[in-house]
């Protein structure tokens, strides 16, 4: 059984940092995709960064790119998210999700998530 276990969200300041982690247990995931997504309050969940587990590929929404690192950690079974420069953001909920294969952007094709961890970031 795939669990997914976010963990790190907090209230911070604008222009702050904060390392989000997911920890990840149940399978190998090798050949999986794990992905980070946001969800606001009222708004659709969008796609922030992933990281392909073999090879270590990333990618990134364009609203994120040099300020968030997404990694992993083999050994441990855990997906960091390092997010600096943060922007205000009421309470915002990330989300791990894991799919076999290749990346997607589309939330509704992810097979596993966590339940979510909440981020607030003060103007």
């Known amino acids: 059984q795939v669990q997914l276990v976010e963990s790190g969200g907090v209230l911070v300041q604008t222009g702050g940092s904060l390392r989000l982690s997911c920890a990840a247990s149940?399978?190998?995931?090798?050949?999986?995709?794990m992905v980070w997504f946001r969800q606001a309050p009222g708004k659709e969940r969008e796609f922030v960064a992933a990281i392909r587990w073999s090879g270590g590929a990333t990618s990134y929404a364009d609203s994120v790119q040099g300020r968030f690192t997404i990694s992993r950690d083999n050994v441990k079974n855990i997906v960091y998210l390092q997010m600096n420069s943060l922007k205000p953001a009421h309470k915002e909920v990330y989300y791990c999700?894991?799919?076999?294969?290749?990346?997607?952007?589309?939330?509704?094709?992810?097979?596993?998530w966590g339940q979510g961890t909440q981020v607030t970031v003060s103007s």
């Open positions: 999700a894991a799919k076999s294969g290749i990346v997607t952007t589309r939330p509704d094709v992810y097979d596993f």
């Open positions: 149940g399978r190998t995931f090798s050949s999986y995709s």
